[in-house]
């Protein structure tokens, strides 16, 4: 069955990094765009980044451009998203998803905080 499974996060200080990963099984990785999406404490689940199946495009969230990258290696299985300058506003449980598929990861905490 499809899995996703994100791992990465962890606390870490304003103005740090983070490189979070999605590995994904039980479906054929490199036909399918790929998705992170964030959720904060008592707000709705926001878009993050987005990227086609090959990796040749890419969209980001205004609030993350310039600071976060996302990326894959579909011989790998697995997408990434280098966070980088992190802000305390980015504080929350971040997911991986394929679009239009209804799939989700169990996400995974990052909490920036001095």
């Known amino acids: 069955q499809v899995q996703l499974v994100e791992s990465g996060g962890g606390l870490v200080q304003p103005g740090g990094s983070l490189r979070l990963s999605c590995a994904a099984s039980g479906f054929t990785f490199s036909r399918y765009a790929m998705r992170w999406y964030r959720q904060a404490p008592g707000k709705e689940r926001e878009l993050v980044a987005g990227i086609t199946n090959t990796g040749g495009s890419t969209n980001y969230a205004d609030s993350v451009k310039g600071r976060f990258s996302i990326s894959r290696d579909n011989a790998k299985n697995t997408m990434f998203l280098q966070m980088n300058s992190l802000k305390p506003e980015d504080t929350a449980v971040y997911y991986c998803?394929?679009?239009?598929?209804?799939?989700w990861g169990q996400g995974t905490q990052v909490t920036v905080s001095s």
């Open positions: 998803n394929i679009p239009y598929a209804g799939y």
